[in-house]
T-cell receptor, first 111, second 114 residues
Framework: EDQVTQSPEALRLQEGESSSLNCSYT??????LFWYRQDPGKGPEFLFT???AGEEKEKERLKATLTKKESFLHITAPKPEDSATYLCAVLPTYNFNKFYFGSGTKLNVKP | NAGVTQTPKFQVLKTGQSMTLQCAQD?????MSWYRQDPGMGLRLIHY???????DQGEVPNGYNVSRSTTEDFPLRLLSAAPSQTSVYFC?????????????FGSGTRLTVV
């Protein structure tokens, strides 16, 4: 069964304290792994797509990496404005329309 | 601004009532989907469409209907509302190259069924 698990459920950091969020997945053929950011009361906002093991993508303080079983979202020197829920989703090769989402990691960065 | 527009933003229904959640996009995207988001369960796919006139079921389709008569619009109908349908509903769209850009999501409809 295809599934996505994110950990931890919640993470509290001090401003400037770097950390990583984890997304582990099982899918029979990966077309792409996606990271989204979701602010309270809003829809998810696209961050990155990763396609193959070893790939990395960066955006400001965020860096996403991918292995055959999991992805990490590294946050370097976070700021309070990085506080949000971060969602991971996988798209299988057998159906280009069915994304499988994890339940998210709620990040709180305190000044 | 271009994007996905959902209406209404909030709705309270009584059990057994029906309603339609509206979704429109102005990006000429072929793919459109409806998700529901519940605490601790992530986003779950209800129905999706790959183009006008073509729809299919997702993970949790029971109690919901959709149709796609135009590229722009993808309404979600609740036939007879139940408390289990209390949730936040998101409409999303993407173009054929969705693997590059993922979905564009609307801002959501918060539905409460009492």
């Amino acid at each position: 069964e295809d599934q996505v698990t994110q950990s931890p459920e919640a993470l509290r950091l001090q401003e400037g304290e770097s950390s990583s969020l984890n997304c582990s997945y099982t899918v029979s053929g990966l077309r792409g792994l996606f990271w989204y950011r979701q602010d309270p009361g809003k829809g998810p906002e696209f961050l990155f797509t990763l396609y193959s093991a070893g790939e990395e993508k960066e955006k400001e303080r965020l860096k996403a990496t991918l292995t055959k079983k999991e992805s990490f979202l590294h946050i370097t020197a976070p700021k309070p404005e990085d506080s949000a829920t971060y969602l991971c989703a996988v798209l299988p090769t057998y159906n280009f329309n069915k994304f499988y989402f994890g339940s998210g990691t709620k990040l709180n960065v305190k000044p | 601004n271009a994007g996905v527009t959902q209406t209404p933003k909030f709705q309270v229904l009584k059990t057994g009532q029906s309603m339609t959640l509206q979704c429109a996009q102005d990006m000429n995207h072929e793919y459109m989907s409806w998700y529901r988001q519940d605490p601790g369960m992530g986003l779950r796919l209800i129905h999706y469409s790959v183009g006008a006139g073509i729809t299919d079921q997702g993970e949790v389709p029971n109690g919901y209907n959709v149709s796609r008569s135009t590229t722009e619009d993808f309404p979600l109908r609740l036939l007879s509302a139940a408390p289990s349908q209390t949730s936040v509903y998101f409409c999303a769209s993407s173009d054929r190259e969705q693997t590059n850009y993922g979905y564009t999501f609307g801002s959501g409809t918060r539905l409460t069924v009492v």
